[in-house]
């Protein structure tokens, strides 16, 4: 008799034992509370990256536009990178379009580039809202002035 592994003993394995068991069809044998779980995680580990990026994103857009000075191909590469990078998973996950569309969501993407740009440029005469359209932001030909 297999002996079950439990989720709080290693995720790992257990992760790989409920594939397993999928496979087979052995269904009662599942851990279903903690595989629901895990499938949510799934969905919010996307909607971080989509976060991550669109902040990392807009702090370097800032940067761009109140460090004029200091404009190189390092920014613009990591503008080109996220861009890109967002695209692919409004591609792969289309539903999470719908974040573009949450105020509260640009809100804390917001709060966050700007601590973000603070903390790299020591300036703290940012806006309190963003100021660009996100088809501004997503544009790849668009930089702000």
Known sequence: ???????ENDIVA?????????????????????????????????????????????AHLL?????????GHSWQRTIKEQRRGISYRL???????????????????????VLQAIQETGLDNFPETCPWTASEILNPEWLPD
Do not use: C
């Open 14 to 58: 257990w992760a790989n034992e409920q594939a397993r068991l999928l496979r087979a069809g052995r269904f009662d044998l599942l851990d279903l509370e903690h595989l629901a779980e895990e499938i949510e995680d799934v969905g919010r580990s996307e909607q971080r990256e989509l976060a991550s990026r669109m902040a990392v994103l807009l």
């Open 91 to 113: 591609d792969e996950t289309p539903s999470l379009k719908a974040k573009l569309n949450e105020a509260k969501w640009w809100d804390g993407i917001w709060t966050d580039a």
């Open 1 to 7: 008799m297999h002996q079950i592994i439990r989720y």
């Open 63 to 71: 940067k761009w536009q109140h460090q004029p000075e200091r404009r």
